[in-house]
T-cell receptor
């Protein structure tokens, strides 16, 4: 069965430094993977998705993620953090059809 | 565009009461879904719909009913509220099946 594990519940970075949010997945076949962001008291927003095309996926707001099958990872990165990036981030795998399984989330804090 | 609108934003119920959470979207999306979000668990799919008149169960459907009489509306019903249903509920819509793109701001529900 497909599932995802977000390796850090909380990540803290300084403004202007790189961001790395880690996600490992388990899947019996090539999965569809997503990253969503949730700002406080808001719904989720789709950042990017991987659906077996290019392994390096570019998303909104300067984020990107690389699908590494050999490592079963789909880590989210950004070269330079901005204060507005502070939020909760969710890695998601899509099972067959309509069922999506969410990771527990990583809270990103950005320090001035 | 209003996007996805959820009402109410907050609600407190007593055990055994019934309630309907409303969700409406104005983007003519066929796919709509309901999730609950609990601390440390990400989002879990309750029910989803791929079009008017068609609904199906997700990961945690027990205690909830849905219907889809129009493309725009997808209400979630709690028939007999239980404390275990205390959560934040999100409605989402998409033109892509199985990939929620637009989320509402959530309904925070407490069951006493």
């Amino acid at each position: 069965a497909q599932s995802v594990t977000q390796l850090d519940s909380h990540v803290s970075v300084s403004e202007g430094t790189p961001v790395l949010l880690r996600c490992n997945y388990s899947s019996s076949y090539s999965p569809s993977l997503f990253w969503y962001v949730q700002h406080p008291n808001k719904g989720l927003q789709l950042l990017l998705k991987y659906t077996s095309a290019a392994t390096l996926v570019k998303g909104i707001n300067g984020f990107e993620a690389e699908f590494k099958k050999s490592e079963t990872s789909f880590h989210l990165t950004k070269p330079s953090a901005h204060m507005s990036d502070a939020a909760e981030y969710f890695c998601v795998v899509r099972r067959d059809g309509n069922d999506m399984r969410f990771g527990a989330g990583t809270r990103l804090t950005v320090k001035p | 565009n209003a996007g996805v609108t959820q009402t109410p934003k907050f609600q407190v119920l007593k055990t055994g009461q019934s309630m309907t959470l409303q969700c409406a979207q104005d983007m003519n999306h066929e796919y709509m879904s309901w999730y609950r979000q609990d601390p440390g668990m990400g989002l879990r799919l309750i029910h989803y719909s791929v079009g008017a008149g068609i609904t199906d169960q997700g990961e945690v459907p027990n205690g909830y009913n849905v219907s889809r009489s129009t493309t725009e509306d997808f209400p979630l019903r709690l028939l007999s509220a239980a404390p275990s249903q205390t959560s934040v509920y999100f409605c989402a819509s998409s033109y892509l099946r199985g990939q929620p793109q637009h989320f509402g701001d959530g309904t925070r529900l407490s069951i006493l």
